[in-house]
């Protein structure tokens, strides 16, 4: 009781200050009011407290706090001790604006007057102070109070909440639930509703569960608390799920309901799920608003779906909602990431005549759609706008247009914006510096691009890098390469592992060296991450312990060091090895002659087997990170395969036109294709390919990871699209007990060209966005662990299964003949030409089924 006391004599004494700094309007204020109760009260010196209390809460009722502290005055003045009450309903009287501190000047006298407060009187107090943003004090008093109570915790937790102090409401409910107090659907909402602001949507579906065990029932309020937790966690499914649940919880959905799902599918890049969504208020009594209609077009635009935002903001214009500056951001950034230049530009144009004021965000939408449509005029006009409305361009801005200026190989405009920058504050990064380097390096200004390289306090990232790289080898540049690469191992690699990448940058091959140890693989856990120490240590174990120009024996050691990391995708060594090795090569050896493409390097395992596989054809391997390139070109001149092997650092996007000017002929230039890079990029790759007519007839094109993390698009193109023959063969991953899919698909005769568009159903465009936020995760720190791949590999099938794609083989199931005896004899080939196997496909499925040893095949080979 002393402490409290001394905590609200303190109260009352801040009252003090506050009653003396009070402005002369609120003074005055209260005098006059004195003045009249008095001139009404003076006779009523036998007024009872209950009169006294009638009166306050008449007053209450009106926020007449000025009288309800005049009354109180006069109470004490005629000898009427206030109670309880009394204080409970002045107190709430004071929650707004500068009255909040009578109300601690209020409970500062009960203490004084030894009236003790109850838990009515606490939490009037706590909620007004919340209601002035005054959660600390609020606090001081929550701790203050004898007793806890349902009511003082609730208005606790409703002043953290209002001011945004999510996780101290989460903590004040969790005490409740310790300390069993009875809470109540407010109780509960509060909480959930903290979860919202920070996120936490496993609190909140925890809350939810609490609900359930006590039998109480929750609201509308606290579903859609609980789903725009979800949807703040990213955590769609969850949010979906929550949306469905409501109508069996005898719980109407409202609008809140809907806008709060659509942000979450919005977040995750599922557009189709937003439409449904959309589809789904407008088939119901509920009216779309504003935001409904944005959510939907934001979800659109993550995914370049223009068609589908065209016809959302039709959808607009009949429900009567004219769109706003954030709708029409979101349709020309639609238009950008569809490429589709000429309908931003039109969009734009007729926002000027409706005389929009466009702001920052339309205009970078617009500028880089001009980017991609390589339209720098165009780009330069929207930059010219920003400067003459007097806006601030952002770096967004200047990489677009210096981009599109830079494409257009317009070197001198893109480097005089490049230079404007640092006089706006403005950071100069890869984005904007990436293009100009490029540019200067086609138009073949070495020492401009080299100066601006080594311009102080730019940041360098493998982008980059990768750009001036692949330049200089498509040109044949070497003195400007070399200190390219020697900056690239200053800058990227690990200063622990330097050492062996600069041997190899300086030229010196690379030998085993007798007597030699190579280091101690690295377990999950066991050290640090690094930038590509796990790839340095990978080369110096094959070069200490491989035999130097044998490619069987070079594999092993990439094998064995693979074989020996362990726990998550980032420790784990990404080979196609093992079945997946078997595959590849009795797919490369069904190939027809001609040269063979392999889209995705890493550090050269698969190209080696493969040159080993085919002697008579040459290895084109395509790695977009340049050191991951050097580390490939060193194990590929250690197997001694460097006239077989060639490695070109790039981009594929920029690589393949390259590739169509060094090496077509009359005929195509590849027989044998094999995909190892983003997933997300082989229907692209493919139709480059074929585009730019690089594929043979009967062409063999094999994709490694299909099913994990998954190439759903990829799929459908070449299992339902009529241009290929194709088996999906099931395998295991190298080194990891989790299921993966390989495909090997056969160019059928006469679609060595590129096929028309062939549409991917909606659901197979969903499990494209779900496999690239896979992707994206196992490029974290920490990685995915091999249980998450599994369980992700079994969503993956079943989402493709619904669309007829399913593994056709199963290699861990073939029969097991004797290892090393020769295949296709007449008979097993007529078997499988009579089931409709295209022969290609019939020579691969009986090599495959004779060697399941895939080094002993390797080495057959040979």
């Given amino acids: 009781m002393l402490h409290l006391r001394r905590r609200w004599i303190g109260g009352l004494n801040a009252f003090n200050e506050t009653i003396q700094q009070h402005s002369l309007r609120h003074g005055v204020k209260l ?16 007024t009872t407290v209950c009169s006294y209390n009638a009166s306050i809460v008449a007053h209450k009722k009106t926020k007449r706090w000025a009288h309800v502290l005049q009354l109180i005055e006069e109470m004490w003045i005629h000898r009427c001790t206030p109670d309880q009450y009394t204080y409970s309903s002045a107190i709430s009287t004071c929650d707004a604006g500068p009255s909040w501190s009578y109300a601690i000047a209020l409970a500062s006298q009960m203490v004084e007057k030894e009236i003790e407060p109850n838990s ?15 959660w600390q004090r609020a606090l001081v008093v929550f701790e203050s109070s004898s007793r806890s109570s349902v009511a003082i915790s609730n208005a606790a937790m409703g002043a953290c909440v209002k001011a945004s102090r999510w996780s101290s409401a989460l903590k004040l409910s969790q005490r409740m639930w310790q300390e069993k107090l009875e809470m109540d659907l407010v109780s509960f909402n509060s909480a ?43 955590r769609w499914a969850a949010a979906v799920h929550l949306l469905s649940e409501m109508p069996a919880k005898k719980v109407v959905p409202d609008l809140i309901s809907y806008n709060a799902t659509m942000n ?15 589809d789904q208020v407008q088939g119901s009594k509920i009216t779309p608003n504003l935001i409904s209609f944005n959510t939907v077009l934001a979800a659109c635009e993550k995914s370049g779906r223009w068609i589908s935002a065209q016809q959302v903001l039709r959808q607009m214009n009949e429900n009567a909602l004219p769109p706003d500056r954030r709708s029409w951001t979101s349709l020309v950034a639609c238009f950008s990431r569809g490429s589709k230049w000429m309908e931003a530009h039109g969009t734009i144009q007729e926002l000027r005549q409706m005389r929009l004021q466009q702001d920052m965000m339309i205009i970078g939408a617009a500028a880089s759609a001009y980017q991609r449509g390589h339209q720098w005029l165009f780009a330069m006009e929207v930059f010219s706008q920003v400067l003459s409305l007097n806006l601030q361009p952002d770096e967004q801005l200047y990489s677009s247009v210096i981009a599109a200026s830079a494409m257009a190989l317009q070197w001198e405009t893109a480097m005089s914006l490049l230079q404007s920058m640092p006089a706006r504050r403005l950071q100069t990064t890869s984005a904007s510096c990436a293009p100009v380097l490029t540019a200067l390096l086609e138009a073949k200004h070495w020492m401009k691009a080299l100066e601006l390289f080594n311009k102080p306090g730019l940041a360098k990232d493998t982008q980059m890098y990768s750009r001036m790289v692949m330049v200089c080898e498509q040109h044949n540049l070497v003195e400007l390469k070399q200190p390219l690469l020697e900056s690239l191992v200053h800058d990227l690699a690990a200063s622990a592992d330097q050492q062996s990448l600069t041997t190899l940058v300086a030229g010196r091959s690379v030998s085993r060296r007798p007597g030699a140890r190579a280091r101690d693989v690295p377990l999950s856990g066991s050290v640090p991450w690094r930038p590509y120490a796990k790839e340095i240590r990978l080369m110096e174990h094959i070069l200490e312990t491989a035999v130097q120009g044998d490619p069987a024996s070079v594999c092993d050691a990439f094998e064995s060091f693979g074989l020996n990391m362990s726990g998550t995708s980032k420790a784990w060594l990404k080979l196609a090895a093992g079945e997946k090795a078997q595959v590849l090569v009795a797919a490369a050896c069904c190939a027809p002659a001609g040269l063979m493409l392999e889209i995705g390097t890493y550090c050269g395992h698969s190209a080696i087997r493969l040159a080993a596989a085919r002697p008579d054809s040459r290895v084109v391997t395509l790695e977009v990170d340049p050191v991951h390139a050097i580390i490939a070109r060193a194990l590929v001149e250690f197997a001694g395969l460097s006239s077989s092997v060639q490695v070109w650092t790039g981009y594929s996007r920029d690589l393949i036109p390259f590739l169509a000017n060094r ?18 990029r082989y229907e692209e790759d493919l139709a480059s390919l074929q585009r730019l007519s690089l594929l043979r007839e009967e062409a063999v094109v094999v994709a490694d990871n299909v099913l994990k993390p998954g190439a759903p698009r990829y799929l459908w193109q070449v299992c339902r699209s009529g241009a290929f023959d194709t088996e999906v063969v099931r395998v295991f991953e190298f080194a990891m007990p ?11 005769g006469g679609t060595t060209a590129a096929t028309a568009a062939f549409a991917t159903p909606s659901e197979l465009e969903e499990l494209s966005q779900v496999a690239d936020e896979m992707r994206n995760r196992a490029q974290t720190s920490g990685g995915v662990s091999f249980t998450d791949w599994s369980s992700f590999a079994e969503k993956m099938q079943e989402g493709l299964h619904k669309h ?31 089931r409709g196997t295209h022969p290609v496909l019939a020579m691969f499925l009986i090599l495959t089924s004779s060697y399941k040893d895939s080094d002993r095949f390797v080495k057959s080979s040979q």
């Avoid at 609900?211 to 703040?232: F, G, H």
């Avoid at 056709?808 to 097993?828: I, N, W």
């Fill in 31 to 46: 005098l006059a009011v004195r003045r009249s109760v008095e001139a009404k009260t003076h006779n009523l010196q036998n």
């Fill in 120 to 134: 009515v009187t606490t939490s009037a107090l706590i909620s007004s102070c919340s209601r002035a943003s005054q």
């Fill in 192 to 234: 959930i509703h903290a979860c919202d602001q920070g996120g936490a949507w496993v609190a909140a579906l925890r809350l939810l569960s609490q609900m359930e065990d006590i039998s109480l029932q929750p609201d509308t309020v606290s579903l859609n608390a609980a789903i725009s937790a979800c949807s703040q966690g990213q």
């Fill in 264 to 278: 979450a599918a919005k977040a995750a890049k599922l557009w189709p799920l937003s439409l449904h969504l959309l």
């Fill in 663 to 680: 090496y077509r002929d009359s005929k195509g230039t590849f027989g044998f294709v094999f995909m190892d890079q983003r997933g997300s």
């Fill in 738 to 748: 989790v299921e993966d899919w390989m495909s090997v698909s056969v160019v059928r």
């Fill in 804 to 834: 007829g794609i399913s593994a056709t083989l199963d290699v861990h199931s073939f029969a097991g003949r004797e290892k090393g005896v020769q295949p296709a004899s007449s008979q097993e080939l007529t078997f499988w030409k009579s």
